[in-house]
């Protein structure tokens, strides 16, 4: 997952995966665009990030069955660093060991 603040106008690009072919944009009803790829969200742009961006997150994430956690570190940190790419690396571990008897 990949993330981008563009200071002056305000805007958050969240990648939420690679995709090279051809997106539809959708805009949901709390107000970011959602891109789709393949019937796929692929990436969410929030307006008025600076100050709107949690409600919108938590919609979205609600709605598309995405982690709000993981929304929100990687809005957090594109935030604390305007204009600079900011990737948030996330990985799922599975095996017996975590299986409780």
């Known amino acids: 997952m990949r993330a981008e603040y563009e200071k002056d106008a305000d805007l958050l ?3 939420l995966e690679p995709f090279e ?3 539809e944009g959708e805009k949901h009803p709390s107000g970011p665009v959602i891109e789709y790829g393949e019937g796929r ?3 969410i742009e929030v307006l008025s990030a600076s100050r ?4 919108k997150l938590d919609a979205v994430s609600r709605d598309l069955s995405l982690d709000s956690h993981a929304l929100s570190a990687i809005a957090d940190a594109a935030i604390r660093n305007p204009d600079v ?3 948030l690396g996330l990985e799922v571990i599975a095996g017996e060991h975590l299986i409780p008897d």
């Open 13 to 15: 690009l969240i990648e």
């Open 21 to 23: 072919g051809l997106t």
């Open 41 to 43: 969200p692929v990436s």
């Open 52 to 55: 709107e961006r949690q409600a």
């Open 85 to 87: 790419l900011v990737t």
